[in-house]
C-alpha cells in the first residue's frame, strides 16, 4: 500500500510521538485538579469538629456535612460523564472546576449550618467531576508506559492530601476553619486560569467527525515533543478495520478482467457507526450485552475499594478511641489538644506513598488485574489481626500495612476502569462507576464509627474483610487485562479487543 493510501489512528500516532513535554503539560494541569479534589474532602475531618463546637451541632449534624459532600460526588460523577460523553470533555471539566470553586470559596463565608451543607453539597456535584480529568489525561497518554504515568498522576492526591493536612496544622490553631475553607479553594481557580491552554482530547473530536481538529491537535503534540506524526491519513479504529477487510481477498471475491477498474464504495461516516449506540440511555449503553460484565465487576470493586480506603483511614483513630472506653484497663493514648490531632492526619498521609511505589512498581510489570488483586488480598491479611484485640502500636502498624496496599489497589481501579471502555462511554462509565464508589464512602462512616464505638471491632473488622475479598475475587473475574493495549473507540471494537486477548 502507498503512503498516500496509508492510515493512522490516535493511538498510533500517541507511540509514534511518544511521552514528552506536551504530557507534562497536561499531566501538571489534571494533577491539580486532583490536588484540589483531595483538598477538598481531606478538609472535611478538620472543619466538622470546629463547627461542631461553634453551632452546638450534634452528632448527626456534623457527620452530615461530611454525607453531603459524597452525596453530591454520587450526582456529579454520573452526571459530569454524561456531559463529557455528548459535549466534550473540556466542557465537562470546566463546569465541574467553576462549580467547586465558587462552593468551596463561598463555603468560608457561610453564615449558620445550612448555609453550609448547600455549599458543601454543590461542592461534592463539582469534585464529582473528577473521572472526567482523569479520562481527559488518560486520552492524551501512549500505551506502553501508561501505566506508569497514570500513577504519577494518582500521586497527586496524596501530595494534595499532605498539602492540607500540613495547611491545617498551620492554618486552625490560628486563624480559624474560614480561612482552611478559602485557602482549600486555590487549586480550583488554577484550573480556571489556565483552562484557555487546555486541548481537547482528539480521540472525542475524531468520534465526532471533527478530523481536522483532531490532526491539528496531534500536529500540535508532535511539535511540542520534536517529533513528528506517522505518514498518511488520520483514520478511526471503524475506518482502519474495514479498510483492511475491504483489501482482504476471500472466496467470493470478484476477479478482474485485464484492465478493469473496481468501483469501492465510500465507507458510511463514523458518525453513523459510533453513534449506533446512542439510540439507548448512557446507563444502558454500560449495561449492553458487550459491557454488562465489566460494568458490574466495576462497580463492586469501586464500591469495595472505596469503602476499604475510608474504613483503614477512619479506623487509624477510632479504634484508638474505642481501646480507651472499651479496653478501660489499657492506657491508650487520648488526644489533648488539636495539635496533635493534626499531626496524626498529617504523618498518617505519608502512608499512600509507599502504596504508590508499588503500584508503579507492579501496574506494567504484572498487568492491572494482577496488582489490583494481590493488593487487596495483602490488605486483607494486614487486617485480620485486628478481629482481636492487639496493642495500640501493633494496631497502628497493622493499619498502616493496611493503608499502603489499599492506596495501590485503588490507584490501579482508576488506571484500569477508563481503560476497559471505549472512547464514546468512557467517562460516563467511569463516572457511574466512582459513583457506587462513593455510596461506599457514605456507608463505611456508620461500620468504622457506629460499631467501634459500641465495642464490636470483630464485627466491623470482619465486614470490611468480607468486602476486600469480594472485591479481590471480582477484579479476578474482568474478562481482559489491559497491560499496554491501545484505547478502544466504539463498543465494536472493544468487543472484538476484549475477546481477542480472553
Not at 469495595?304 to 477510632?318: C, D, I, Q, R, S
Request: aromatic share 10%; glycine share 8%; hydrophobic share 45%.
Amino acid at each position: 500500500m502507498e503512503d498516500g493510501n496509508r492510515s493512522f489512528t490516535v493511538d498510533e500516532a500517541l507511540v509514534e510521538m511518544g511521552f514528552g513535554k506536551f504530557q507534562l503539560c497536561v499531566l501538571a494541569y489534571a494533577g491539580m485538579g486532583m490536588v484540589a479534589e483531595a483538598m477538598e474532602m481531606m478538609l472535611l475531618s478538620f472543619v466538622g469538629p470546629a463547627v461542631q463546637s461553634l453551632w452546638n451541632l450534634s452528632s448527626r449534624e456534623e457527620s452530615l456535612i461530611t454525607s453531603v459532600v459524597f452525596a453530591g460526588m454520587l450526582v456529579g460523577a454520573y452526571s459530569w460523564g454524561i456531559v463529557a460523553d455528548k459535549h466534550g470533555r473540556r466542557k465537562g471539566f470546566i463546569i465541574t472546576a467553576v462549580v467547586t470553586f465558587i462552593a468551596g470559596f463561598l463555603s468560608a463565608f457561610a453564615p449558620n449550618y445550612t448555609w453550609l451543607i448547600v455549599l458543601r453539597c454543590f461542592v461534592g456535584l463539582g469534585l464529582g467531576g473528577g473521572p472526567v480529568l482523569v479520562s481527559w489525561y488518560l486520552e492524551f497518554i501512549p500505551a506502553p508506559n501508561r501505566g506508569t504515568w497514570m500513577v504519577i498522576f494518582s500521586g497527586f492526591w496524596t501530595v494534595g492530601t499532605i498539602f492540607e493536612a500540613s495547611l491545617a496544622w498551620l492554618i486552625m490553631p490560628s486563624l480559624g476553619w474560614r480561612w482552611l475553607l478559602a485557602l482549600s479553594s486555590i487549586p480550583s481557580s488554577l484550573l480556571l486560569m489556565f483552562y484557555k491552554w487546555t486541548p481537547e482530547s482528539p480521540r472525542y473530536l475524531i468520534l465526532q467527525g471533527r478530523k481536522a481538529e483532531a490532526l491539528s491537535i496531534l500536529e500540535m503534540i508532535a511539535r511540542t515533543n520534536g517529533t513528528q506524526l506517522p505518514k498518511g491519513v488520520l483514520a478511526t479504529e471503524m475506518e482502519t478495520e474495514m479498510e483492511e477487510t475491504i483489501h482482504l481477498p476471500t472466496e467470493s471475491t470478484h476477479l478482474l478482467k485485464p484492465g478493469e477498474e473496481v468501483e469501492e464504495a465510500p465507507p458510511p461516516p463514523v458518525s453513523k457507526i459510533v453513534l449506533k449506540s446512542d439510540n439507548k440511555g448512557p446507563l444502558l449503553v454500560l449495561l449492553s450485552p458487550e459491557l454488562i460484565k465489566r460494568t458490574l465487576l466495576l462497580w463492586v470493586v469501586f464500591f469495595g475499594n472505596a469503602f476499604a480506603y475510608y474504613g483503614v483511614v477512619l479506623l487509624t483513630t477510632e479504634l484508638k478511641i474505642s481501646q480507651n472506653s472499651c479496653y478501660p484497663s489499657e492506657k491508650g493514648l487520648t488526644h489533648s489538644s488539636n495539635d496533635v490531632n493534626y499531626r496524626d492526619v498529617f504523618i498518617a498521609s505519608f502512608a499512600e506513598f509507599p502504596g504508590l511505589l508499588i503500584s508503579a512498581a507492579m501496574v506494567d510489570r504484572l498487568g492491572r488485574k494482577a496488582s489490583m488483586s494481590s493488593m487487596l488480598f495483602m490488605c486483607c491479611i494486614f487486617l485480620l489481626p485486628l478481629l482481636t484485640h492487639q496493642s495500640p502500636t501493633l494496631t497502628t502498624a497493622l493499619l498502616f500495612g493496611g493503608r499502603i496496599c489499599i492506596s495501590a489497589a485503588f490507584t490501579v481501579v482508576y488506571i484500569y476502569a477508563p481503560e476497559i471502555y471505549p472512547t464514546v462511554v468512557r467517562t460516563t462509565g467511569v463516572g457511574v462507576g466512582s459513583s457506587v464508589g462513593r455510596i461506599g464512602g457514605v456507608l463505611c462512616p456508620l461500620v468504622a464509627v457506629g460499631l467501634v464505638h459500641g465495642c464490636h471491632q470483630t464485627i466491623a473488622v470482619l465486614l470490611f474483610e468480607i468486602v476486600i475479598l469480594v472485591s479481590g475475587i471480582c477484579v479476578c473475574l474482568f474478562p481482559f487485562e489491559t497491560s499496554g493495549r491501545e484505547l478502544t473507540d466504539t463498543i465494536s471494537t472493544s468487543k472484538e479487543s476484549s475477546s481477542s486477548s480472553v
